[in-house]
């Protein structure tokens, strides 16, 4: 039987009111994330994309929140919104990039204000 796939915000545990924890962005194309997926924004095109520690293109390898929602941008750029401050989150709901390590990935989300 196969499992379920990722719901919208169920890595949410607390956030602030309003639409104050999230920000809309576009993720680049060619990008597929599931909700709870760390992400980074390159630099040079402002996109949102899979956070990656060993990535050279600047900004994806520096974590800057969370998807908040699945995402399927490989037909082309997608809209799409990422819970980035004042929030608390499950980490066992979280999708961390295999090449770096949970320690650091759970540090750089609290300089963001999101507590795992």
Do not use: C, H, W
Request: proline fraction near 2%; glycine fraction near 12%; charge should be neutral.
């Amino acid at each position: 039987m196969p499992l379920e796939g990722k719901y919208t915000a169920e890595f949410v545990v607390s956030q602030a009111n309003d639409s104050r924890s999230r920000d809309a962005g576009v993720v680049k194309s060619g990008q597929k994330l599931v909700a709870g997926e760390l992400v980074g924004k390159e630099t040079a095109s402002g996109k949102y994309v899979a956070y990656n520690p060993a990535n050279t293109i600047v900004g994806s390898n520096t974590i800057v929140g969370i998807s908040y929602d699945n995402v399927d941008a490989t037909g082309g750029d997608t809209r799409a919104v990422f819970v980035v401050r004042d929030a608390e989150v499950r980490g066992s709901d979280l999708t961390y990039n295999k090449v770096g390590t949970v320690t650091a990935e759970v540090a750089g989300l609290k300089a963001l204000g999101l507590i795992v």
